[in-house]
């Protein structure tokens, strides 16, 4: 089954504490995302990837990390959380950017907790 | 920079039809998407559709496009409960990523 798997679903932490949320796509896709969901502020994405190696920064991506050394898995790395990064994360990927009828599938969302 | 406006709430009768409205502003947008989100879960494509398309019709999904005003709406015929969820409008130029609106929650009265 096509798939965009993240881990953890929820997690709680502390401010400070390194935390890395996997995200891992079965469908060979070369583009992946980032985007975290906000009340009132919709969708804004972090990061994303154009393929293996490739990363660029999107709408909001301070005090975040990626990493792209495989294609099938684009991680979510905060080196120190902070309380404002208390958000739904979620992870999407598709097979490019280049035709409009390749859809982003979209993870089930991951919900962080920074106390 | 882009952006993608949309009303953030819509309560509709079952039964009745619903239209979600969005606006744009990139002239240069190619390609316009409706997702759909359900309580705990990610974002799920419902239609899209091309630029040079001014209406797509999908079963009960009615996609309406007028470019001159960059006006998009998705029409949901005989609106039932499931319906019931968040409806993100996102535009495209095709080698860009997505830029997405805040969501319409769409409520549907039983």
């Known amino acids: 089954e096509a798939q965009v798997t993240q881990n953890p679903r929820y997690l709680i932490t502390v401010t400070g504490k390194k935390l890395t949320v996997t995200c891992s796509q079965n469908?060979?896709?070369?583009?992946m995302s980032w985007y975290r969901q906000d009340p009132g502020l919709g969708l804004r994405q972090i990061y994303y990837s154009m393929n293996v190696e490739v990363t660029d920064k999107g709408d909001v991506p301070e005090g975040y990390k990626v990493s792209r050394k495989e294609k099938r898995n684009f991680p979510l790395i905060l080196e120190s959380p902070s309380p404002n990064q208390t958000s739904l994360y979620f992870c999407a990927s598709s097979l490019g950017l280049g035709s409009g009828n390749q859809p982003q599938h979209f993870g089930d969302g991951t919900r962080l907790s920074i106390l | 920079g882009e952006d993608v406006e949309q009303s953030l709430f819509l309560s509709v009768r079952e039964g009745d039809s619903s239209v979600i409205n969005c606006t744009y502003t990139?002239?240069?947008?190619?390609?316009l998407y409706w997702y759909k989100q359900e309580p705990g879960a990610g974002l799920q494509l419902l239609t899209y559709?091309?630029?040079?398309?001014d209406m797509k019709q999908d079963q009960r999904l009615t996609v309406l496009l007028n470019k001159k005003d960059k006006h998009l709406s998705l029409r949901i015929a005989d609106t039932q409960t499931g319906d019931s969820a968040i409806y993100f409008c996102a535009e495209s130029s095709g080698n860009t990523p997505l830029v997405f609106g805040k969501g319409t929650r769409l409520s549907v009265i039983a």
């Open positions: 559709i091309f630029s040079n398309m």
């Open positions: 469908m060979n896709h070369e583009y």
């Open positions: 990139d002239s240069s947008s190619t390609y």
